[in-house]
């Protein structure tokens, strides 16, 4: 089993940056690709980023590529996503995970965090 738990979220303005973090506990962190998810209001769950085993690989959906950047830190079993230029069509509930496969596909993914709250305002 693999525990994810997410923080940082929170309510800002437009134009605002935020750092979201993601800690895992239980089996080994290295061993899985990671993921960043977000549930808007009034829409399915959308694909936002994943990083490779040791971060030497990243893609992004086309709605956030060159605002937000994913991270991660092996040493302390951390994934990170720094959120910059925020819009209020960011707001969502945004969820990490973990998956064998490099894909973003959210099926292939065995474990989830409970999300943070991310709010922009205009």
């Known amino acids: 089993q693999v525990q994810l738990d997410e923080s940082g979220g929170g309510l800002v303005q437009a134009g605002a940056s935020l750092r979201l973090s993601c800690v895992a506990s239980g089996r080994t962190f290295s061993s899985y690709n990671m993921g960043w998810f977000r549930r808007a209001p009034g829409k399915e769950r959308e694909f936002v980023a994943i990083?490779?085993?040791?971060?030497?690989?990243?893609y992004y959906a086309d709605s956030v590529k060159g605002r937000f950047t994913i991270s991660r830190d092996n040493a302390k079993n951390t994934v990170y996503l720094q959120m910059n230029s925020l819009k209020p069509e960011d707001t969502a509930v945004y969820y990490c995970?973990?998956?064998?496969?490099?894909?973003?596909?959210?099926?292939?993914?065995?474990?989830w965090g409970h999300g943070t709250q991310v709010t922009v305002s205009s």
């Open positions: 995970a973990a998956t064998i496969r490099y894909t973003y596909y959210p099926d292939n993914y065995a474990y």
């Open positions: 990083i490779s085993l040791s971060g030497g690989s990243t």
